[in-house]
């Protein structure tokens, strides 16, 4: 059989043109089955509790459901890893706090490339943190832990969620200003991590309000302090670490959500108008006052917002962990 060399360019052509269709034919039909989001930390945790409270307008706003799954491990890096290597379709997304700009300088080797790896959906929520201890640990205030810490050290233990993990980054800077080294205890999330404080195996955490609120307001944990310069409505009498001695003291845990690198563009926006359409619902915008975690204005709930955010917290955190002399082989 022969073959015309212009019949064979038109068959390519339609080919191309058929390959060009279908694809603007699936972007349309984005979502036409349910979208992961995948979460970096254990169940029940802070962000765990965020994604699974924005999946279900997010859901509404797509058509769709959003199903969240928990890919945890290494401060967030094994969840940013799986999504880095997902099939940039739409139906894999990402979930993930400030650790995503602190893991290039924590890690010695990292997977992924925050920059290059994504696409941006969007800003999502900034959520302040809190010092907690079991409900029976002996001091009672502030300047009591600080003389107890001096006295015990490293026999007080500290639970984090892992190198990376904010609950990681803000026990740090705690021990730093404190001028003490704690026994430090990782978990998955602080979701167990919780548990066990509640169990009384670890003495100390700090964490988001996402989680805490709830459990300093039905006295199921102490509170020492919260981590931002001005106290929080939703905890008004909780005095800040700042205004107790460790002056400056400020920790607030800013979110984002992402797509592999490729994710087209129109599947990027629809994305983007779900997200932008969860964090305006009134339930959403309520539960997140009740828990003092802002939601941040509309231009960063963008690519571009996102994008920019990172960057300059890439930038910010780099040199700052690189003196520190922290990271992870
Ligand atoms: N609080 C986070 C979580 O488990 C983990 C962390 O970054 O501390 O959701």
Not at 161 to 166: N, T
Request: charged share 15%.
């Amino acid at each position: 059989m022969k073959f015309r060399l212009s019949t064979l360019l038109r068959t390519g052509a339609a080919v191309a043109a058929l390959g060009v269709s279908t694809l603007a034919l699936s972007q349309a039909a984005f979502p036409d089955k349910p979208v992961s989001l995948i979460v970096p930390f254990a169940a029940g945790g802070p962000t765990d509790v965020v994604a699974r409270m924005i999946a279900i307008p997010m859901g509404k706003a797509l058509g769709q459901t959003v199903l969240i799954e928990n890919a945890v491990g290494a401060g967030g890096t094994i969840a940013a890893t799986k999504v880095a290597r997902a099939a940039p379709t739409g139906y894999t997304i990402f979930i993930h706090h400030m650790g995503m700009s602190t893991a290039p300088a924590l890690y010695k080797k990292l997977s992924f490339d925050p920059l290059k790896d994504y696409e941006y959906i969007g800003q999502v929520v900034d959520v302040p943190m809190t010092l907690l201890a079991r409900k029976d640990f002996p001091p009672t205030n502030f300047p009591e832990l600080a003389a107890y810490l001096k006295a015990n050290g490293n026999k007080v233990s500290l639970a984090n969620a892992g190198l990376g993990a904010v609950s990681h980054l803000c026990g740090l800077l705690f021990m730093s200003q404190m001028g003490v080294e704690l026994n430090t205890i990782p978990y998955s999330g602080t979701g167990p991590a919780m548990n066990a404080l509640l169990g009384g195996q670890v003495d100390l955490l700090c964490d988001q309000t996402t989680q805490t609120v709830p459990m300093i307001k039905d006295g199921r944990v102490k509170v020492y302090g919260v981590t931002t310069l001005n106290r929080l409505s939703a905890l008004p009498n909780v005095p800040t670490l700042s205004e107790q001695g460790l002056k400056g003291f400020e920790v607030k845990v800013w979110h984002g959500m992402y797509a592999p690198k490729g994710t087209p563009a129109p599947v990027i926006e629809k994305l983007n108008a779900a997200l932008r359409a969860a964090m305006q619902d009134p339930v959403i915008k309520q539960r997140l006052a009740e828990l003092s975690s802002d939601i941040p204005p509309m231009d960063k709930i963008s690519s571009a917002g996102l994008k920019t955010h990172l960057e300059a917290e890439i930038n910010k955190w780099g040199p700052v962990i690189k003196k520190a002399g922290i990271y992870a082989d």
